[in-house]
């Protein structure tokens, strides 16, 4: 079996993977403030370690994507991504952006959230940080 290298990240791929984490932890955030959901609750719903779910709300680099799924699924969410270029193709200029995240309720209530920018149901745009999903 070969071994494998450690992956060493280009300056845009380490800030993609820092802008995914924190995406990350912001959703999950709003996910357990709208349900009421207590970290010691999702861990156990979970079956993980309180510690983790910490780390995944601190932005932790370092959490497995399996981890993340069984975060939301306990919680009765799916993740959603969705990529966005952050840099014109390699042989034009750069364009930054950033990628959108989806969390959707298992019971068809879903929201979209980019940094402090969100859409709630269909049409909806919200220029603050979610609070609310309304079905």
């Keep these: 079996m070969a071994k494998r290298s450690r992956l060493i ?5 380490e800030r993609a993977f820092a802008h995914f984490a924190d995406a990350i932890a ?3 955030d709003h996910v357990l403030r709208t349900e009421k959901i207590k970290k010691k609750q999702l861990a156990e719903q979970a079956n993980v370690d309180q510690a983790i779910v910490t780390r995944v709300l601190d932005g932790s680099r370092n959490v497995e994507i399996r981890t993340v799924g069984a975060l939301y ?5 799916v993740l959603d991504v969705s990529p966005r270029r952050i840099r014109a193709p ?3 200029g750069s364009n930054r952006a950033r990628t959108d995240v989806k969390i959707t309720n298992l019971n068809d209530c879903t929201a979209s959230h980019t940094g402090s920018v969100a ?3 269909q049409n909806q745009i919200i220029n603050e940080p979610i609070h609310q999903i309304d079905d």
């Design 90 to 92: 390699l042989n034009e």
């Design 9 to 13: 990240l280009t300056e845009d791929g």
């Design 26 to 28: 912001s959703s999950l």
């Design 119 to 121: 859409s709630v149901g």
């Design 73 to 77: 699924g306990a919680a009765g969410y």
